[in-house]
């Protein structure tokens, strides 16, 4: 069965310092990744996806992810953090023409102001 | 504005009972999923449903029971045979592109907090 993996569940930054969100999974074959964002008090929100092509994907409100086959990762960075992302972070994966995606255990993140 | 409705927002039960958890879309999505987040456990997949009248077991169905008569409805049961019911429930779902239900982002619901007692 395919796994995600996130590390750091609890991570804790002051704003403009630089953030990466760790993500690997286990499946060798084609894969569809994404990064789901659940602020405080909201639903889970798409923030980024990969299916193809240039492997840095760029995502809403600065957020970039790079997908690393060799290495089977697809990390999330933010060059500067503000205190609006203060959220949970999930990494999901998904087969290639599979409906099933499934979810890391999230990254919770606190932007001190 | 379309979107994804579940209710109720919170949910108390006595054990014993089973409990229905609903979801309603309005997006036109083919697709419906179930989801249940505690802390630390990140979202495990209950049930899903690529199209009406059909479903299939997620990575954790013990327990729980599902429907899907009509496209826009995809409620969840909870039944008495689910050993730690208490958590919160998220529903889903997304359209059904070229056969690739992940070619579109799924789109959650507020979710239900369910606490059994």
């Known amino acids: 069965a395919q796994s995600v993996s996130q590390h750091n569940h609890h991570v804790i930054l002051s704003e403009a310092a630089s953030l990466e969100l760790g993500c690997n999974y286990s499946?060798?074959?084609?894969?569809?990744l994404f990064w789901y964002v659940q602020y405080p008090g909201q639903h889970l929100q798409l923030l980024l996806k990969y299916f193809s092509g240039d492997p840095l994907v760029k995502g809403i409100k600065g957020f970039e992810a790079e997908f690393i086959k060799s290495k089977f990762s697809f990390n999330l960075r933010k060059p500067s953090v503000q205190w609006s992302d203060t959220a949970e972070y999930f990494c999901?994966?998904?087969?290639?023409?599979?409906?099933?995606?499934?979810f890391g255990k999230g990254n919770q993140v606190v932007v001190i102001p | 504005d379309g979107g994804i409705t579940q209710s109720p927002k919170y949910l108390f039960r006595k054990e014993g009972q089973n409990v229905t958890l609903s979801c309603e879309q309005n997006?036109?999505?083919?697709?419906m999923y179930w989801y249940r987040q505690d802390p630390g456990q990140g979202l495990r997949l209950i049930y899903y449903s690529q199209i009406v009248n059909d479903f299939q077991k997620g990575d954790i169905a013990e327990g729980y029971s599902v429907s899907r008569e009509k496209k826009e409805s995809f409620p969840l049961t909870v039944t008495s045979a689910q050993k730690n019911p208490t958590a919160f429930y998220l529903c889903?779902?997304?359209?059904?592109?070229?056969?690739?239900?992940?070619?579109?982002?799924?789109?959650f619901g507020n979710g239900t907090r369910l606490t059994v007692t």
């Open positions: 997006l036109n999505h083919d697709a």
């Open positions: 999901a994966v998904n087969l290639g023409g599979n409906n099933r995606l499934a």
């Open positions: 889903a779902s997304s359209s059904w592109d070229r056969g690739y239900a992940y070619n579109s982002p799924l789109h």
């Open positions: 499946y060798g074959g084609t894969v569809n």
